[in-house]
């Protein structure tokens, strides 16, 4: 598949995460959290404040996994929490791949190519280290997620189910 030519969305640039970023990325996940959490409150639950400072501790860390953030003059409008991972299971081809982990836009920056420029940028990183494949997740709520990635050429290749039981 071709790369997509993306035409980055006027004054937004796309850079490495550094430490003095920490603060700003948690404010982003928080937004996009708050989000997920009006679209599936069985599944998600506020942010406590020690959630908060794992969040912190995870986004100052050096090492895997990488992060990207998108940012214009005012701040952030999003990120990308990325890293490569071997894949060892029994009867799995064992082969690098990229598993993007987070990707955060802030919902007034969506369906504006913020998104793409991530993932392009990520998708580019992989192919400079001689990898070919790139997974992620997506819930299904997630109209906005799973039209940027379908968009960019991801297919579903396993589902995870779910059943609610009765409680007794």
Avoid at 100 to 124: C, F, I, K, N
Avoid at 157 to 167: A, C, V
Wanted: glycine content about 8%; hydrophobic content about 40%.
């Amino acid at each position: 598949m071709q790369p997509l030519r993306v035409v980055a969305p006027e004054g937004i640039r796309v850079r490495s995460a550094g430490r003095d970023d920490c603060e700003a990325l948690l404010a982003l996940y928080c937004e996009v959290h708050d989000a997920h959490l009006d679209a599936d409150p069985e599944e998600f639950e506020p942010l406590t404040p020690d959630d908060e400072a794992r969040m912190l501790r995870e986004f100052a860390r050096a090492g895997p996994p990488e992060i990207l953030v998108a940012e214009t003059e005012l701040g952030l409008v999003g990120c990308v929490r990325f890293e490569q991972r071997h894949a060892r299971r029994a009867g799995r081809r064992v082969r690098p791949r990229v598993y993007v982990d987070l990707l955060v836009v802030a919902p007034r920056w969506q369906s504006r190519g913020v998104g793409t420029m991530l993932l392009e940028r990520v998708h580019a990183i992989v192919r400079s280290r001689g990898i070919d494949t790139v997974e992620l997740d997506v819930y299904e709520f997630n109209g906005s997620g799973l039209r940027l990635y379908e968009k960019m050429g991801y297919a579903t290749t396993q589902r995870r189910m779910k059943l609610r039981l009765d409680r007794d």
